[in-house]
């Protein structure tokens, strides 16, 4: 077993489970953290879980990092576009 900040890494024969204990309220930090488990050179298949309570603070945090990427993603397509148009003005 492996501790990688707030998650546990346990590599079993063809795969390797990662448990999410507790989240960042910066949702790009927990992505990063689950990148670390995919990390350079996994030949295993990687498997991320996340535990939260059912209506925990926890849980409303998991949501707003939700909308916060939706968001994220939003704002780079809108680039994008943005970039394409001018490109071909």
Same mark, same amino acid.
């Given at each position: 077993?492996?501790?990688?900040?707030? =998650?546990?890494?346990?590599?079993?024969?063809? &795969?390797?489970?990662? #448990?999410?204990?507790?989240?960042?309220?910066?949702?790009?930090? *927990?992505?990063?953290?689950?990148?670390?488990?995919?990390?350079?050179?996994?030949?295993?298949?990687?498997?991320? =879980?996340?535990?939260?309570?059912?209506?925990? &603070?926890?849980?409303? #945090?998991?949501?707003?990092?939700?909308?916060?990427?939706?968001? *994220?993603?939003?704002?780079?397509?809108?680039?994008?576009?943005?970039?394409?148009?001018?490109?071909?003005?």
């Amino acid at each position: 077993m492996i501790v990688i900040g707030s =998650f546990l890494d346990f590599p079993l024969a063809n &795969v390797v489970l990662t #448990m999410m204990i507790s989240s960042d309220r910066n949702p790009q930090a *927990d992505l990063q953290a689950m990148d670390r488990a995919h990390r350079i050179g996994q030949t295993k298949q990687v498997y991320v =879980f996340r535990f939260i309570t059912e209506g925990s &603070v926890e849980e409303r #945090m998991l949501e707003r990092a939700a909308q916060k990427l939706r968001l *994220d993603q939003l704002v780079i397509q809108q680039g994008r576009a943005q970039a394409a148009k001018g490109a071909f003005c």
